[in-house]
């Protein structure tokens, strides 16, 4: 047997587009503000157009690298060109009839939505084999009430956390359809697409991977599923690799797909094909068989990359993973998250509780599909606990649960005849939904009764208006600037200029200069922005990253002198019209 048993029924395509207007409609009007002003969610987002920019004006599709951070060095971007395509094609097709400017403004817009809306037609297409018309559109809606899925969505989010939300969620609607080589070709083609935009994807290809061996050993009728999803995640890794990256650069990264990662993915996919077609053996000599040939590709990359055997950020420098990279909540364990990030797993985990009262329900084959469903969900969860992000993940399995419960809600309180059931019903349902609602409130609560000094915030909070403060360093002759790492990418979003380093590991050692100068003495920093020749120096006073400068560097560091105006005698203050804590220097050589 290779198929799942799950009922085949017409695509509910006005459903999934209206449940995508309104959640689109609910994301626009909320982030009216910040379209308008230009105000992107993150700084990944704004080096993202920069790189789009740069290919537009004629930089090679190949040429990765990003050549105004650090220009001395200029690193390669570990990003992929995939995320890029979309903008490109409606920034390039726009720009004739509406010009560049209004053409990014919309482009930028646009793609999340976009993004959402495949992620949509895939949640529907599995929801279709689930439950009746109403719960579909329901579970549709519930992306809008999940927190992390409605950052990664929101206009301006143009960076590819996104795009790979929608590969897992196209890979879930391949693996519940009843074809088992093509469902499984199909989920393959989605974790190449993803893998390829980031390898923080590979621990999600390996949960679907699992699942897929595991309806091997339950029934050997079901292998094509692993064998299909192995084949074409090999090839499609391949071909990607060689569409988006090509093989000309031969250096070695352990942060992207490179040459080891394919021969990995071939070998093992060859494996799993030999034992498919051999003939028929006990469950446990397949599973020895499976995991030999993983052994073995494991075996084989480790041979060729040595250095990439440990996670990509292991060999981080220690002062950048101290400063930097440590501070990246989102890419931390749930137990360094704040109170919110509780009150979002508190939400996946009634929805958990919820698929496995369906699954219990369910009878048949459709129990065994609820069964990989949950197996799915119960990977994905942990993913989520070791690095926060990943919670996304859950998150887009949460919705079908979600969907199921409002649909049951509903019909509770246009059905019950109590008004006290109705009240209780409603009130459970908005906890579940609403969770960040009760957070939201205390956080509003305790900052109105009882101020504290003023804290260190982020950029979107500053009161230097980055944004428009960094655009006046276009009126000064073009340079390089030595700025802290998150007003980087602003600086050349909105300038011509050149920075020493952003946030992105690729230029590590610029990295490094960078936080060593602000934690340092004037005399370190002096030298170290002597070595990279910067003609100005930029400080915003009240952004989180220069706080945890001055706290942690030593006594009157240079960034505490930049802070408190006592800056030493080789830097000469530039007058723009900016907020008095957005402060510019002039380099004097």
């Not at 409609?25 to 993202?48: S, V």
């Not at 919670?391 to 649960?401: E, G, N």
């Amino acid at each position: 047997m290779g198929e799942t048993g799950l009922p085949q029924r017409p695509y509910p395509l006005r459903q999934v587009m209206l449940a995508w207007l309104m959640v689109s409609a609910l994301l626009l009007a909320t982030g009216l503000g910040r379209i308008l002003g230009g105000r992107f969610p993150d700084p990944d987002d704004i080096l993202r157009l920069v790189q789009v920019r740069d290919l537009l004006a004629g930089q090679g599709w190949f040429d990765l690298v990003q050549h105004r951070i650090d220009p001395a060095s200029a690193p390669v971007m570990h990003w992929s060109r995939l995320v890029d395509l979309p903008l490109v094609i409606l920034i390039g097709g726009m720009t004739p009839l509406l010009g560049q400017a209004m053409a990014e403004q919309l482009a930028v817009v646009l793609v999340p939505v976009l993004a959402l809306l495949a992620t949509m037609l895939c949640i529907g297409r599995v929801a279709s084999r689930l439950f009746e018309r109403e719960t579909i559109m329901l579970a549709c809606l519930a992306i809008g009430f999940m927190p992390i899925l409605v950052y990664q969505f929101q206009p301006l989010r143009i960076d590819h956390h996104g795009w790979q939300i929608c590969a897992a969620a196209a890979a879930l609607a391949a693996i519940s359809g009843h074809r088992a080589w093509r469902g499984g070709a199909l989920a393959g083609l989605a974790m190449a697409a993803g893998m390829s935009i980031s390898l923080e994807l590979l621990p999600v290809a390996a949960v679907f991977g699992a699942v897929l061996a595991l309806r091997w050993l339950r029934d050997r009728g079901q292998r094509m599923w692993l064998v299909g999803f192995l084949q074409v995640l090999a090839l499609g890794l391949f071909g990607l690799f060689a569409a988006t990256r090509g093989f000309g650069n031969a250096t070695l990264y352990c942060d992207a797909i490179t040459v080891p990662h394919l021969i990995l993915f071939a070998v093992v996919a060859a494996g799993a094909t030999a034992l498919a077609y051999a003939p028929p053996a006990p469950w446990p000599a397949i599973a020895a068989g499976l995991g030999l040939s993983a052994a073995l590709g494991l075996a084989v990359f480790g041979y060729a990359s040595p250095e990439c055997v440990r996670t990509p950020f292991g060999a981080l420098d220690p002062v950048v993973r101290d400063f930097w990279y440590n501070n990246v909540l989102e890419g931390r364990p749930l137990w360094h998250q704040d109170i919110a990030a509780w009150a979002i797993l508190a939400q996946v985990l009634a929805a958990f509780v919820v698929a496995l009262a369906l699954a219990r329900r369910a009878t048949g084959n459709a129990r065994a599909w609820w069964t990989d469903y949950l197996l799915l969900y119960i990977g994905f969860l942990l993913l989520g606990l070791l690095v926060w992000r990943a919670m996304a993940f859950a998150s887009v399995l949460a919705v079908l649960p979600l969907g199921w419960l409002l649909r049951q809600g509903l019909q509770r309180i246009r059905t019950s005849e109590l008004a006290a059931a109705r009240i209780a019903t409603i009130a459970g349902l908005a906890v579940v939904l609403a969770p960040m609602a009760p957070v939201q409130a205390a956080r509003s609560l305790v900052a109105s009764s009882a101020p504290g000094p003023t804290q260190a915030v982020q950029l979107d909070a500053s009161s230097c208006d980055v944004d428009r403060s960094v655009q006046q360093l276009a009126a000064l002759p073009k340079g390089t600037i030595f700025a802290p790492l998150d007003i980087g990418p602003a600086i050349l979003q909105r300038t011509g200029h050149s920075v020493i380093a952003t946030a992105h590991h690729r230029a590590e050692k610029a990295m490094k200069d960078v936080i060593l100068a602000f934690t340092g003495t004037a005399e370190d920093a002096h030298a170290l922005i002597a070595k990279h020749k910067a003609d100005y120096v930029v400080l915003c006073a009240d952004l989180v990253e220069p706080d945890i400068y001055i706290e942690r560097g030593v006594g009157g560091s240079f960034a505490a002198g930049l802070r408190d105006g006592s800056a030493p005698s080789w830097l000469e203050p530039v007058k723009l019209d900016t907020p008095a804590g957005f402060r510019v220097w002039r380099v004097v050589k």
